[in-house]
């Protein structure tokens, strides 16, 4: 059974950055797709960012591309969201989700397994 775990987050000010990451477990996490996901009090859970299985390729919602930096380590079973000027608006709980059939997904339902998430606040 493949178990994600994201660490990393917490309370920083507007201007600041976190480093999230999740730890994956299972021998293909290689062959994963890697999705960042986020959920604030009231609202749907949004896409925020996704990388490919060999880290060739990545994507962005918009509001987030410039300041935040999704990476990958396979031979650590690792990927990363480094989230630079951060601001009030994404404070959330993070979630990081794994996709074994390669689809490179922006919604949720295209992602097979889900982590417990880690908590973002941004004060201003």
């Known amino acids: 059974q493949v178990q994600l775990v994201e660490s990393g987050g917490g309370l920083v000010q507007a201007g600041g950055s976190l480093r999230l990451s999740c730890v994956v477990s299972g021998r293909t996490f290689s062959s994963y797709t890697m999705g960042w996901f986020r959920q604030a009090p009231g609202k749907e859970r949004e896409f925020v960012s996704v990388?490919?299985?060999?880290?060739?390729?990545?994507y962005y919602r918009d509001s987030v591309k410039g300041r935040f930096t999704i990476s990958r380590d396979n031979a650590k079973n690792t990927v990363s969201l480094q989230m630079n000027n951060l601001k009030p608006e994404d404070t959330a709980v993070y979630y990081c989700?794994?996709?074994?059939?390669?689809?490179?997904?922006?919604?949720?339902?295209?992602?097979?397994?889900w982590g417990q998430g880690t908590q973002v606040t941004v004060s201003s």
């Open positions: 989700a794994a996709d074994w059939h390669k689809r490179f997904g922006v919604v949720a339902r295209e992602y097979d397994a």
């Open positions: 990388i490919s299985w060999t880290g060739g390729r990545t």
